[in-house]
Each structure stands twice: as C-alpha cells, then as structure tokens.
C-alpha cells in the first residue's frame, strides 16, 4: 500500500501548503482512495506535486461531519465527480464549537449532502473484500476532554456531541490491515476495542488523529491521560501514525513513551506499508 499525507496542519521542506486539517491518500490493490478531504481545496492542489492523480481516486472516506475533514469535498469534485464517497448519514446534522468563547459552525458545507456520488450510510459498512467501515464506539475510557466544547443542535436545542457520526475504515490487503480514523474523538483506545470486537486482534497499523491539542496548554491531568494513553498503545504490535488534533506536544509527550512505534505524518509524508 502506498499512503500519502495530501494534507496535515504541519508541512516539511517541500513547497506544499498546510491548513488546519487532514487528507490521507491510500493506494491498495484494488482501490485508490482518499480518507477526509482538509478544511479547503488545498489538499488537492498538494496532490499533482505528490504525484497522486485525483481523477483516479474511486472512493472516498469522510471520517466525520466537521469542515476540517470535509471542506475540500466540492473541490474534488470538480476533478473527479464520479468517485463514490460514504459518510454516515448523521454527520450531515448541525455541529457546532464553543471553543474560544464563540459558538461557531464546523459542520459540513450543506451542498454536500445533495451530491449524487454521495453515499450517506447508517451504521457498519462492508464495501469490498478490502474495505469495511465501523461505527458505534460506545465506550468512553480517557475521552478526549476536547469534545466538552463541541456541541450537536438539534431543533434550536445545543448538546454535547457524543460522535456517533464518526467511522472508521480498516482496509485489509496484502495479508495486512490498516486502520484509518480522522480525529479518533471517540478515543483510540476505545476505538481499538471496537476493532477487536469486530475484527479480532489488533491491526497492523493504525493512522488516526488522537484529537489531545489543547489551546490552553495541558494541565497535570491533561499530561497524564497522555501518558496512560501512550503505554496502553506500546503494549500492541501495532504501528501508529499520528498527526493534525494530536498537537505535536502531544505527540513529543507519547513519542518518549512508544519510540518508534509511533511516527508523525506531515503533508507531503509518504510511505509504502
């Protein structure tokens, strides 16, 4: 598998743009597809210089309903209108942050929803012998404190986001299985569970957000949550790739725990698995 960071918060040495966001390029045996789209039409203008061709994308992944992994959608498109995209039918409601003091809209661009490549799904989904789809992660061991200031509104009324909009694609192909979640705001240990229950052992390799940054710097406790998190990933055989929400201090903090276990990825990072 060739998988190639169209776009990430942070970026390299190569002359490629960064935003707030996150667009993953995975080329498989039989697909060639893209997990979220950024926050912009940058991740496809990244593209071309990563020598990936987005006419030949034939499925594309939006992990949850929030612009930063959706908003380049309209512009793919553009390029490619014929690629089938799937994102559960929940992450097309009302999400909002209150982050900052303000409440403000993060959801996805409406238009979206209406697009006839759209596949708007309900819960688990098998596409293939090499792509599957998951949902309904329930459990709530270190929940990232980061989820209090996103809110659900329904009906006028605001709630506390409990992302059951959020899903995960786990491709198995060449013997391996890869597990991509955009931001894991569910947990990634408690999405691990649900893989297990699912699936049974643990993948190969895991890329996913673990959705730890903070604007206000971590407390004691914020540091700690980490570092458990850390140590209960070391004990798999997995190999994790991490970027976007994790913040790179949280990344640093886990990286002194797992070693090389645990890499970053940045745009324009690419590597075959």
């Given at each position: 598998m060739?998988?190639?960071?169209?776009?990430?918060n942070t970026v390299g040495s190569k002359p490629l743009k960064c935003e707030h966001g996150l667009s993953i390029y995975v080329e498989t045996g039989k697909h060639k597809l893209l997990v979220d789209?950024?926050?912009?039409?940058?991740?496809?203008?990244?593209?071309?210089a990563?020598?990936?061709?987005?006419?030949?994308?034939?499925?594309?992944?939006?992990?949850?309903?929030?612009y930063d992994h959706t908003g380049g959608v309209m512009r793919f498109v553009q390029e490619n209108p014929k690629a089938k995209i799937y994102m559960q039918k929940k992450g097309g409601k009302d999400y909002y942050s209150s982050s900052g003091g303000t409440i403000h809209y993060i959801g996805v661009d409406k238009a979206i929803l209406d697009l006839p490549n759209m596949n708007l799904i309900e819960g688990d989904l098998r596409i293939d012998e090499e792509l599957s789809l998951f949902t309904g992660v329930t459990g709530r061991k270190y929940w990232p404190s980061g989820n209090r200031t996103l809110i659900l509104r329904e009906n006028g009324v605001d709630k506390q986001d409990i992302f059951d909009h959020e899903q995960y694609l786990v491709i198995k192909s060449e013997g391996k299985s890869l597990l991509l979640s955009g931001c894991?705001?569910?947990?990634?240990?408690?999405?691990?569970?649900?893989?297990?229950?699912?699936?049974?052992?643990?993948?190969?390799?895991?890329?996913?957000g673990f959705h730890m940054m903070k604007k206000t710097g971590y407390l004691k406790e914020d540091e700690e949550i980490i570092k458990d998190t850390a140590m209960e990933l070391k004990k798999l055989k997995t190999i994790f790739y991490t970027g976007h929400c994790t913040s790179l201090a949280g990344f640093e903090i886990m990286k002194e725990i797992m070693k090389d276990q645990l890499n970053y990825i940045e745009t324009g990072s690419e590597f075959i698995f």
């Open positions: 060739r998988i190639v960071t169209l776009i990430e789209t950024g926050s912009s039409g940058a991740a496809i203008d990244n593209a071309e990563l020598n990936v061709d987005v006419k030949n994308v034939d499925t594309v992944i939006l992990s949850h309903g929030h894991a705001h569910n947990g990634i240990l408690n999405i691990l569970e649900k893989y297990r229950e699912i699936y049974g052992g643990e993948p190969d390799m895991v890329i996913s």
